[in-house]
């Protein structure tokens, strides 16, 4: 059974799926969710689900990133995760901390990589006039929103599509693309889903 932490930043939708299809015969199962926001309501959804968490307050930190790093490094090492998801964390990692989980850090990334990295995806896509849009999971490196993919999910962009209306349909389709990788990755297999 691999153990899985998971970062979130706020309310947390994928962990929530992520949560949701840990059970029975999946490889993986949750033993933290972790967040920058003690506020982050992803939080209480996990513990309601049994999972143990931990916040650690990024703006307590200032500009020093490492030392955030450092502090947020301890419950999640404690936890001794096999596998950490991030999973709408907002924070930019350092190559330090990336470096200690690379090969086995996955992120579930707006676009379709390498299409937009960064933020405002949908924005972009719709200026652009693309045909569709989507969601990507990529392994974590140093350099961000770069990674190996592991898998993609392609939604179309219809007519009158607004960043907000986009956002949703590609939201939903992370949701379906993000359990269908981790339970094929906890198994070992990283072969890239194509939804
Ligand atoms: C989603 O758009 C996701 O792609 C990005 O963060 C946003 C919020 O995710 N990583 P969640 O609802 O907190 O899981």
Redesign the pocket.
Known sequence: MKRVAIL????????LALLRDMVGDHPGRAVLVASNDPAAA?LARAADMGVAVAAVDHRGFGKDRAAFEAALLQPILAAEPDIVC?????RVLTPDFVRRFEGRML????SLLPKYPGLHTHARALAAGDAEAG?SVHEVTAELDAGPLLGQARVPVVPGDTEDSL?AR??AA?HRLYPAVLRRYAAGDRSPVWL
């Open positions: 979130i930043s706020g309310g947390g939708s994928n962990m992803g991030l999973a709408g964390f907002m992120n579930i990334h707006p969601c956002a590609v939201l992370e």
